[in-house]
């Protein structure tokens, strides 16, 4: 996408997008190829799908509290759908994210060594995006993992990536990056 704000999502239906802002700040494809794991990843898990139906059963959820609340006053379904709100999007939806971010995290990972991409660019390219920046808001108040959280996570997995990245370098008759 033609945007200098840097970012990458996917769409429902496989659709994943890179804004021009994210291929500047990378420093290679090394580190492209990690964000596309990450977002093929969320493709291949169908993440997408599984936000749409937690936040229809949210919704639900909703309709049965205005329901059961219709007798009440109006401060007390003010207070009940506020609490309800605030509930289920620190307790389920931000949760359900981060936990969707972290598995798409591994496995996008494991994608881009596969593919004979050096899995370090990942904590490279994490790095900038943290930038040396300390998070403002606490990590149960968002959608994705703290970075840091997120670079110990990658660091944690990357045995594993790197021999998925030698095993396909030689596959390829290549030889890979120390």
Same mark, same amino acid.
């Given at each position: 996408?033609?945007?200098?704000? *840097? =970012?990458? @999502?996917?769409?429902? !239906?496989?659709?994943?997008?890179?804004?021009?802002?994210?291929?500047?700040? &990378?420093? =290679?494809?090394?580190?492209?190829?990690?964000?596309?794991?990450?977002?093929? #990843?969320?493709?291949?898990?169908?993440?997408?799908?599984? +936000?749409?139906?937690? #936040?229809?059963?949210?919704?639900?959820?909703? *309709?049965?509290l $205005?329901?059961?609340?219709? $007798? /009440?006053?109006s401060?007390?379904?003010?207070? #009940?759908?506020? &609490?309800?709100?605030?509930?289920?999007? *620190?307790?389920?939806?931000?949760p359900?994210?981060?936990?969707?971010?972290?598995?798409?995290?591994?496995?996008?990972?494991?994608?881009?060594?596969?593919? %004979?991409?050096?899995? +370090?660019?990942a904590?490279s390219?994490?790095?900038?995006?943290? !930038?040396?920046? /300390?998070?403002?808001?606490?990590?149960?108040?968002?959608?994705?993992?703290?970075?840091? =959280? +997120?670079?110990? @996570?990658?660091?944690?997995?990357?045995?594993? &990536?790197? %021999?998925?990245?030698?095993?396909? /370098?030689?596959a390829? %008759?290549?030889?890979? =990056?120390?």
């Amino acid at each position: 996408l033609d945007s200098p704000q *840097v =970012n990458a @999502f996917a769409m429902p !239906g496989g659709y994943t997008y890179v804004t021009r802002g994210l291929l500047a700040l &990378a420093n =290679n494809e090394a580190e492209v190829a990690a964000v596309m794991g990450h977002e093929i #990843a969320h493709v291949a898990f169908r993440h997408s799908n599984k +936000r749409i139906s937690q #936040a229809m059963g949210i919704a639900l959820g909703g *309709v049965i509290l $205005n329901t059961a609340m219709r $007798n /009440k006053s109006s401060t007390d379904r003010v207070l #009940a759908t506020g &609490a309800y709100g605030v509930g289920t999007t *620190v307790g389920m939806a931000l949760p359900f994210s981060r936990s969707q971010e972290r598995e798409a995290d591994h496995r996008g990972l494991f994608y881009a060594a596969m593919a %004979g991409y050096d899995p +370090r660019a990942a904590i490279s390219f994490w790095k900038k995006m943290q !930038g040396g920046k /300390k998070r403002k808001m606490p990590e149960f108040l968002s959608t994705h993992p703290d970075p840091g =959280n +997120r670079i110990e @996570f990658l660091e944690a997995n990357m045995e594993h &990536a790197l %021999g998925l990245y030698r095993e396909a /370098k030689l596959a390829r %008759g290549e030889k890979p =990056n120390p």
